[in-house]
């Protein structure tokens, strides 16, 4: 079992910036495996993947945050942040993280945390 829990949101004006965490808890060598990324809802629109683990450790970013938002791991805190720079109204959403299991081929996600954007 594995759980994910996302924290960092909050109010920013325009142009600011945040940093999201994803804290993975359970087993230790099931988290070692996980691919994480990341996307995000707005209400009324589908969920979009905003940073996604691709082969070779590398990260896919959605086209609307290319250069703006940046994925990163510690894998001693089996934590994942998404730093989030130049920040728009648009990207006001619903963050949430995944990790998919190499082990267990089930994929987790966290309760989400939230992301105003002020213009």
């Known amino acids: 079992q594995v759980q994910l829990v996302e924290s960092g949101g909050g109010w920013v004006q325009a142009g600011g910036s945040l940093r999201l965490s994803c804290a993975a808890s359970g087993r230790a060598f099931e988290i070692n495996t996980m691919a994480m990324g990341w996307c995000r809802q707005t209400p009324g629109k589908q969920r979009e993947l905003v940073a996604t683990?691709?082969?070779?450790?590398?990260?896919n970013y959605a086209d609307s945050v290319k250069g703006r938002f940046t994925i990163s791991r510690d894998n001693v805190k089996n934590t994942v942040y998404l730093q989030m720079t130049r920040l728009k109204p648009e990207d006001t959403a619903v963050y949430y993280c995944?990790?998919?299991?190499?082990?267990?081929?089930?994929?987790?996600w966290g309760q989400g945390t939230q992301v105003t954007v002020s213009s």
């Open positions: 995944n990790g998919d299991s190499r082990l267990t081929s089930v994929t987790y």
């Open positions: 683990p691709s082969r070779g450790g590398r990260t």
